[in-house]
Each structure stands twice: as structure tokens, then as C-alpha cells.
């Protein structure tokens, strides 16, 4: 069997795989968040930020990826929501039954948010389907504002950028309008969203953008069949 | 086949094609520097300020890939030596196929040094020997410090961290010493750098380090058989 071939046979299991979760999450009201970017982008720092704003009365949990360590899932932690780490163990990327595996190690626990935290990696995760509701790429301004057009799949396949970082704005050569120009470029619906995880600005667009999706995904689900 | 014994054999073939361009290389007396880091971490801006700045008795020449857009050949054409840019089509790493079609393409140049810049991506071009000299690792302090800990394959395989964007430091929280300790913890030889692509601190190390492996590669070549 040729490279190409095993490939497609690997997607098309993991394909298997994130359409029976996504099945599972929208049963049972789950919201799921892929968060995908550079190394260091701040993903972390986001979810941080995050699990410290969300109203109580939401149920978060955290499943997130890294090639070693379990540094992440120790920041997540004190925030009192459950988080899982997975470890992929050199993988460079988190894939479905990765994903499975970690629901099942958050037992039967209600969630209305389910965030899960790619492996740092701006290119391979945006090929592996985890069954989520949408995509969501961070872009942290130190990484340069081409980088939509150098590395378009997880901007075609995100459904909203967060550009992370603004309060380095002054100290680096980043052109925001032109970022956002290159953003809509490769992918025209995309949201954009302006964050600092430093100094906290921005977070109460996020937190509302998040709550948006929670009200459509549930309006769909009380929608009367046709 | 499996999965596992496809990857396993598109490796060797890698190998069997980066073996022959390290002994072209070795025969010509070409050092061969192959430059990995996440998206946006400097490698571009690291080979401005060499282009910039390298003796002009020095031959070199750049290789630049990426998975989209001939942006960085653009960047870096106008310092006057030849470069060519290797666009993956959505492939994650550079192998050795492309390089070797992307030196015929410079011809017949002589060349004492080669710069491979590879794409953008902490994990996967690790994997891929290009028949390089050695690989080295460009670090951003904005990334954070525990990144050699949670990407270690790449700090394994380089002979160097060029711990970049030292300029932002009053700036991010980032633990100098703490990286340097975590470079080392998962590879004690490795050398490391600190420059700013920005201001230009830090350059003239980095070209004595070129310089010194230059040396050595001389040396190697006029030693006489045992």
C-alpha cells in the first residue's frame, strides 16, 4: 500500500472516529473547542484565562494535548474544573481516538464546554477531525502577520482567529490590519478577535463569543425536526 | 502495509537520498546548516541579519521552504546571493528529495555554505535528515522557556538553540536561566545563542559560530587518511 493510500485510510478511520463523537457531544449539548497554534502562541495561557472568567453556572473540562510533559494539564488544574492531559508520546498532532480516550478518563461527568488543546503545531492538527464544533486558531502578533497566507489549512479550517499578544503590539513589527486582510483572504467568514492573555484585554469579547456558540449549538438542539 | 512500515520505509528512502547529499557536501567542502523552529520564531529574520552580515570571501547560498508563498525568497533575494524557495504544496517538513531538487536548481555554483530553512514546525522536520551538517534550533523568547522540554526530538538533533527576540525580554515572562537548564537537561551538549534578529545583538557570535564549524569542516577535509 502507497504512502498516500495509508494516509487516507488513517484519516478515514479517524474520520470514523470524530463523526461518532460529534454525534455523542451534540446528544448531550456538548460545545467542543479545538484550539490549535504555534507552539507558545498561548493556548494555555488562554484556557487560563478563560477557566478563571467563565460563569460558574457553565460546566467546563479541559483535555489537553502535548508531545511530552504534563506541564499544561498542572496550570489547568487549580481552576477547579477537570483536566486531562494527553500525552501523544511524539505525535504531532491529537487525533479522534486520542480524544476518545481522554472523554473516557472524564467519566460521566455533565459538560456544557469542552476545550481541547492541540498539540503547538500550526500544520498537522488542522487534518485530524476531533469531532469538535468548530476550530479555533490562536495567532500570537509576535509570529509575524503572513502567517495566514504561509500556513492557510487551519485558517480555512478555523472559524475564528485569536490574536493573541496585543500588548507586545508596540515592541514588534506586526500589521494588524494587513493580519486580519491575510486572515479574511484564505478564509472570508472567519471571526477575528484582538486578546492579550497578559494584561486580560479582550476577554470579555471571548467569553461572549463562546457564549454565542453555547446559544445557537442549543437552539439547534430544541428546533423541532421538519 | 502498515502505517508504521510505510513511515519506517519513506524514512530509509530519505536517508539513502540525505546520505549521498552529505557526501556531495562533504566532497565540495560545504557546510550545511539546517534552521528549524516554530512558525514565526525568526528563521527568516536570522538569515537577513547573516546575509547581512557574513565576509564577503564567504560563498552562500539559501534554500527557504514553506508550505505556501515564496514570501521569505522574496525577503531574502536582495543581500545577492543566490536563493531558492522550496514551496511543500502542504507538506509539514522539507525531506531530501526536496532539497536535492532545490541544489540542482542553483546549478553549479560553488558554495561554502548552505542555509536550509525549513518549514515551520517544531515537531515533524526533526524527523527528516536533509544531509545537513547539523540542525539548529531557533527559539523565541515570546514562545516560552519550557518549550525544549515539551518539543525535545528537535533539542536532541541540533548541534545549537539560537535563543532569539532576546530584545522582548522585559517584556514576556521568560526565565532565561530555566531555559537554558531545560536545553540542556534534554540535550547537555548542545550550544545556544542569544541574539535579537531585531537589534542586531548577539550577531557577531553567531557568525564566529559559523565560522568555527566552518573550520572544523576544513579541517576534517585536509586531515590525511589514517
Known sequence: M???????????????IA????????????????????PGAGKTS??????????????????????E??????????FGYPVRQITTGGSCHLDA???????????DQEIDVLFI?????????????????????????????DKPLKYPATFVKSDLVVLNKIDLLPYVSFDLPR??????????????????????QGMDDWLRWIDRRLESARQRTVQPAP
Request: glycine share 8%; charged share 30%.
Open 2 to 16: 502507497s504512502r498516500v493510500s495509508v494516509k487516507r485510510k488513517v484519516l478515514k478511520e479517524n474520520d470514523r
Open 19 to 38: 463523526e461518532e463523537l460529534r454525534s455523542r457531544f451534540r446528544a448531550r449539548n456538548v460545545l467542543t473547542l479545538n484550539l490549535i497554534s504555534s
Open 46 to 67: 488562554l484556557l487560563e484565562r478563560t477557566l478563571g472568567g467563565l460563569p460558574k453556572r457553565l460546566r467546563a473540562a479541559v483535555l489537553t494535548g502535548d508531545i
Open 69 to 78: 510533559t504534563d506541564n499544561d494539564a498542572k496550570r489547568l488544574s487549580p
Open 97 to 107: 481516538q486520542m480524544v476518545e480516550r481522554g472523554l473516557s478518563s472524564l467519566g
Open 117 to 145: 488543546e492541540n498539540v503547538g503545531n500550526l500544520v498537522c492538527p488542522a487534518s485530524f477531525d476531533l469531532g469538535e464544533e468548530c476550530k479555533i486558531v490562536v495567532l500570537s502578533v509576535t509570529e509575524g502577520d
Open 179 to 200: 493580519a486580519r486582510e491575510n486572515a479574511k483572504r484564505v478564509h472570508p467568514g472567519i471571526d477575528i478577535l484582538e486578546v492579550s492573555c497578559t494584561t486580560g
